[in-house]
C-alpha cells in the first residue's frame, strides 16, 4: 500500500459528490481517486506502547458489513476467535450527511457505546476533527473515544498482538517465516486489485480508468495463475493475505463488474478464482461474515455520482457460492495445525437477505 493515498473518506458521506471513499470531494473530483493514510494509527498491542493494551471487553469493533476493509477485521475476529474479547458495532450499510450511523440498532444507538454515528467516537477523540469517518473503527469502550482507523494495521495486530486471547486452535495469520512473500503479496493485490477496483470505478478520465482497468485483470491474471496448483496465496493455510484478496473477489461480481465496470470478465468466468473464492467462502469465518444485501445496497445507494438511479440491481444469483470447489483436492491445511472456528454469535449471524 501507499502511505500517502486518500482515503477520500469525508463527513458527510450521503452522495458521491461529498462524500470519500463513497466519492469525497478529493477522492473523487477531476484527479484520480486517491486513497489516504489513516489518520489515527495509535496500535493496540501487548505491551500497551501507545496507552492502549489488549484488554478483553475494552475496545469495540465498528465495521460496516459493506466495506472490504472492515470486513478484513470481521474475518480475522472469526478466525481468531476473538468474538468475546472484542465486541461488534454494525452500522447501516447507508450512510447519510453525518457518514457512519447506528441504525440497525434499537433507538439507532449503538448499544454499548451508546452513540448514534460514529462520527461521535471520532469527535471524542479529535473534536472539529476535519478528515473521514470511516470503518473499521477501534474504540475505546469507557472512554468513547476512537483508538485507530488504520485497517491495514488492525488485522495485523489482531494476528500478532491479541494472540493472549485467540481462541484455542486459532490459526497464525502472519506467520513469522512467511511474513516477507506475504507482505509482498499483498502489496500487489491492493495497489492492484482492492484499490484497484476503486480507481476504476472512481475515474474521472477514460486513462484513468484504462490504467486501472489493466492493472485489475492483469493482476488477477497472475494470482490466478499462481493458485492454479495451490491452494493458498502463501505457505499452504490460510494467512493474512487470502483475507485481503478474499474481501475484494467476493464482492466481485455483484459490484465491482457492473457498478465500478471491471468487465473484462466475471469472477465466475475465471475458473481457478472462482473456486478458491468459493472455498473461502465456505470456510467458517468467511462466508458468515459476508452480507450480499449490505454490499449491494452500499455501493449502488451510496455512490449516486456513479449511479444516479441509485437502483440496485436484483442479481447477480448467489446460489453458485454454495456449490462444490473441489480445492481440497490441492491438499493445503487451512488452519494449519488448528481448527476451524465455530458457529458465529447468534447476534452476529447474517440476516437470510444477504446470504445465497
Ligand atoms: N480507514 C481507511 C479507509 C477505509 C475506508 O475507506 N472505508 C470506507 C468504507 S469501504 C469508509 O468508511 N468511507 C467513508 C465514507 O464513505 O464516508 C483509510 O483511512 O484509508
Redesign the pocket.
Known sequence: MSPTED?????G?ADSAS????G?NAAYGRKAFK?????FADRVTADGRDGWPVEPGRYRLVV?R?????SRALVSRRLLGLEDALSLGVTDPI?DDR??RFTLDPDGRDPVLGIRYLSEAYDARERDYPG?????ALVDVASGRLVT???QRITLDLATEWSALHRPGAPDLYPEPLRDEIDEVMEGIYRDVNNGVYRAGFAHRQSAYDDAFLGVFARLDEVSLRLRDRRYLVGDTITEADIRLFTTLVRFDAVYHGHFKCNRNKLTEDPVLWAYTRDLYQTPGFGDTVDFDHIKRHYYQ?HTGVNPTGIVPLGPDLSGWLTPHHRESLGGRPFGDGTPPGPPPEAEVVPAAGRP
Open positions: 482515503t477520500g473518506a469525508a463527513k458521506a462524500s470519500g471513499e463513497s469525497g486513497r489516504s493514510k489513516s489518520h460496516s459493506a466495506c472490504p476493509w472492515a450512510q457518514s457512519w473521514g469517518v470511516s470503518v473499521p482507523n488504520d485497517f451510496v
